[in-house]
């Protein structure tokens, strides 16, 4: 079988994806790897290869490259603990290359067995698997381990919007419908930041205690930055367009936060997004002009702080810390231990000198 990308997983081919748990107990490695061996059959485009145009899978069944790496390490889990920047040796790498010529699986597993507990790092390709995505596998993983039924995942690309406008039809709906012009300055300053890197470098990470909601942060990051910016959110479409089973990608860069419970404004909005991607036409639904400079006018803002990031539990307890992926997020909100009460802004880019 195939599952086919669509043009928002096309546009995340060269990225991935990627989680690291921190237990303080240690997990029994054959059960581990015999519980993976089961919830993958249920995710089972996570063992398939890439194709070019999607991933071919088999509907049961195993493909070589979803064991688990295996290592040893010498640090306890206090001391990994107490720092945000995890020592790559820890993390599960993922070769992207390797993936696309279809040589390996989307996923790959490291495990690290600690002086005092058990690092457990996973790594995706972001074609096939989101922070949503991501979140609901290792959950589901945690209960299978604990013999614990799970809601069968759904990987079916036809409940995403069917594309139906050509360029031409998108060069006149976009500007109609308010949408904006990428002016090429903007256009040649990403693909120059991109290609200095300037977003891959070490984040800043800052801990705000006390705050937990959405409008909490962007009131801090408004007061910080001076200027009053508007805020541009990554916004995970499961309950609102797509059912909350869905796997694969489903977000939108929204600036117009009034749709974003408006189910048919909103499904309306994910269409156009999907369609300029696939036509690759200079328009955007938010100001991206408005982004760049050491005072934008418009901050891009992801928050992980509704995905149930500290709930896997094998066995023995839930995470002592999750770590992030390395995603370039401009403003990544990455939610505190339940004992910190409070979130973790982790800025790259502009938004450094702004906060």
Same mark, same amino acid.
């Given at each position: 079988?195939?599952?086919?990308?669509?043009?928002?997983?096309?546009?995340?081919?060269?990225?991935?994806?990627?989680?690291?748990?921190?237990?303080?107990?240690?997990?029994?490695?054959?059960?581990?790897?015999?519980?993976?061996?089961?919830?993958?059959?249920?995710?089972?485009?996570?063992?398939?290869?890439?194709?070019?145009?999607?991933?071919?899978?088999?509907?049961?069944g195993k493909f070589k490259g979803c064991e688990i790496t295996f290592e040893n390490g010498t640090l306890t889990s206090g001391q990994i603990s107490s720092n945000w920047k995890l020592p790559i040796a820890l993390k599960a790498d993922f070769n992207l290359k390797?993936?696309?010529?279809?040589?390996?699986?989307? #996923?790959?597993?490291?495990?690290?067995?600690?002086?005092?507990?058990?690092?457990?790092?996973?790594?995706?390709?972001?074609?096939?698997?989101?922070?949503?995505?991501?979140?609901?596998?290792?959950?589901?993983?945690?209960?299978?381990?604990?013999?614990? %039924?799970?809601?069968?995942?759904?990987?079916?690309?036809?409940?995403? %919007?069917?594309?139906?406008?050509?360029?031409?039809?998108?060069?006149?709906?976009?500007?109609?419908?308010?949408?904006?012009?990428?002016?090429?300055?903007?256009?040649?300053?990403?693909?120059?930041?991109?290609?200095?890197?300037?977003?891959?470098?070490?984040?800043?990470?800052?801990?705000?205690?006390?705050?937990?909601?959405?409008?909490?942060?962007?009131?801090?990051?408004?007061?910080?930055?001076?200027?009053?910016?508007?805020? #541009?959110?990554?916004?995970?479409?499961?309950?609102?367009?797509?059912?909350?089973?869905?796997?694969?990608?489903?977000?939108?860069?929204?600036?117009?936060?009034?749709?974003?419970?408006?189910?048919?404004?909103?499904?309306?909005?994910?269409?156009?997004?999907?369609?300029?991607?696939?036509?690759?036409?200079?328009?955007?639904?938010?100001?991206?002009?408005?982004?760049?400079?050491?005072?934008?006018?418009?901050?891009?803002?992801?928050?992980?702080?509704?995905?149930?990031?500290?709930?896997?539990?094998?066995?023995?307890?839930?995470?002592?810390?999750?770590?992030?992926?390395?995603?370039?997020?401009?403003?990544?909100?990455?939610?505190?231990?339940?004992?910190?009460?409070?979130?973790?802004?982790?800025?790259?880019?502009?938004?450094?000198?702004?906060?």
């Amino acid at each position: 079988m195939i599952w086919n990308y669509s043009p928002l997983d096309i546009n995340t081919l060269g990225m991935v994806n990627s989680g690291s748990w921190l237990f303080d107990y240690k997990i029994d490695k054959e059960r581990l790897q015999d519980s993976l061996d089961k919830v993958l059959t249920s995710y089972p485009v996570f063992c398939g290869k890439c194709i070019g145009n999607g991933i071919e899978y088999e509907e049961t069944g195993k493909f070589k490259g979803c064991e688990i790496t295996f290592e040893n390490g010498t640090l306890t889990s206090g001391q990994i603990s107490s720092n945000w920047k995890l020592p790559i040796a820890l993390k599960a790498d993922f070769n992207l290359k390797a993936f696309k010529k279809g040589k390996v699986a989307p #996923i790959n597993v490291k495990v690290t067995d600690l002086a005092d507990g058990t690092m457990l790092g996973v790594a995706f390709s972001h074609s096939c698997c989101d922070g949503a995505t991501l979140m609901r596998f290792v959950n589901d993983w945690a209960r299978t381990f604990r013999g614990e %039924p799970i809601e069968k995942p759904i990987f079916d690309q036809a409940l995403l %919007p069917v594309l139906t406008d050509s360029k031409d039809d998108l060069m006149n709906i976009l500007p109609a419908e308010g949408w904006y012009r990428v002016s090429l300055k903007v256009l040649f300053n990403h693909i120059w930041d991109t290609l200095r890197g300037i977003n891959r470098k070490a984040p800043k990470v800052i801990f705000l205690p006390g705050i937990r909601t959405n409008t909490e942060v962007c009131e801090w990051l408004s007061v910080k930055a001076g200027n009053k910016p508007g805020f #541009i959110h990554v916004v995970d479409l499961r309950s609102r367009c797509l059912p909350e089973a869905f796997c694969g990608n489903a977000v939108v860069n929204l600036q117009d936060i009034s749709i974003m419970h408006d189910s048919v404004k909103l499904a309306r909005y994910f269409r156009l997004n999907m369609e300029s991607m696939q036509n690759k036409v200079p328009f955007t639904g938010f100001d991206l002009n408005g982004i760049s400079g050491s005072k934008p006018r418009f901050l891009m803002v992801n928050n992980f702080c509704k995905f149930p990031i500290y709930e896997p539990d094998f066995g023995c307890g839930k995470p002592l810390k999750v770590y992030p992926n390395d995603l370039p997020d401009t403003i990544k909100v990455w939610p505190g231990t339940p004992a910190e009460n409070g979130v973790y802004l982790f800025l790259r880019g502009n938004a450094i000198d702004c906060c």
